[in-house]
């Protein structure tokens, strides 16, 4: 069988559609539609239902996907291992969060670095991702969603606290036993936010208050350690997570404005491609992020 076939089957699967495969593979189009019926014709089978938005595999293309994929993985591996061979080097294409990427993924893999290992980080939210973690972007990826499908394998790696934080002024502003007095009070600040959609601040709502917040965004900044700066600077409250704001807390910059008998918590995901764990730079990396998380 063709490996040019198989590489083209294997990315159509993963991007879920022929104009993404093709733009993946520097392809046209046509091409990658030609080199997936050539290869249908081959196996005797259909490998994929063609539908308005993008194609879905069939039982067949399900199977063979999951069979072929490691295989392509690691012959892409041995490839890179070879154009890398004098210097001695893997390099890992690392996906996730921006904060918790920046702040506790690589420092935590930079020990292997000594040992052989380059990093390459990309920043994204979940969904990008795992996106670009099924198309071949990325070989490990750290997220708050967990992938659907076989397709991609998830482990869980941590579980992280949130608080609802603001600056020592609005605190006191508030006063003391804000748990009893409710939700109505605390929206009597200004709100600080990585989207307007207020995901953060909802999400701790539901959990707490069992409603919506009623207030929208005063300050919204893509970026948990800007949202950080802007409340302790004043701007509003903000819901983050306890390791981006734990040293602020201790520093006195931000204050919890609550403490709930069962705090909001947020789980991360270690995500690759199903059997990309056989390849040795990928595994090292999946363990030490995990026996570094013991500790998170």
Not at 52 to 57: C, E, K, L, M, S
Not at 187 to 208: G, M
Not at 243 to 269: I, N, S
Request: glycine share 8%; aromatic share 4%.
């Amino acid at each position: 069988m063709d490996l040019a076939l198989l590489r083209t089957f294997v990315t159509v699967h993963r991007a879920g559609s022929f104009t993404r495969a093709a733009a993946l593979l520097g392809l046209s189009q046509p091409a990658v539609t030609g080199q997936i019926r050539t290869l249908e014709r081959q196996l005797g089978r259909p490998l994929f239902l063609r539908q308005a938005r993008g194609v879905t595999p069939t039982t067949i293309g399900d199977e063979l996907a999951h069979r072929a994929a490691p295989h392509l993985d690691a012959l892409v591996e041995i490839a890179e291992t070879g154009l890398d061979e004098e210097a001695g080097v893997r390099t890992l294409h690392l996906a996730g969060l921006p904060e918790f990427t920046s702040l506790r993924a690589l420092p935590a893999l930079t020990p292997l670095i000594s040992r052989g290992l380059a990093l390459r980080a990309s920043f994204g939210n979940s969904e990008e991702t795992l996106e670009g973690l099924a198309a071949g972007h990325h070989d490990l990826a750290i997220t708050t969603a967990r992938p659907r499908g076989g397709l991609l394998t998830a482990t869980p790696l941590c579980d992280e606290e949130h608080v609802l934080v603001a600056s020592p002024r609005w605190a006191a502003r508030l006063g003391p036993g804000l748990l009893r007095k409710g939700h109505v009070v605390l929206e009597q600040l200004p709100v600080v936010e990585v989207h307007e959609s207020l995901p953060l601040v909802s999400r701790y709502w539901s959990a707490v208050f069992d409603s919506r917040p009623a207030a929208a965004g005063a300050v919204i900044a893509p970026d948990l350690r800007a949202v950080l700066e802007a409340a302790a600077s004043g701007a509003g409250l903000a819901v983050l997570p306890r390791y981006l704001c734990e040293d602020a807390l201790q520093r006195g910059r931000v204050v919890a404005l609550l403490d709930p008998p069962v705090p909001p918590l947020r789980t991360y995901f270690l995500v690759v491609r199903t059997g990309t764990l056989a390849l040795p730079h990928i595994a090292r990396a999946h363990e030490w992020l995990l026996r570094a998380a013991v500790d998170w």
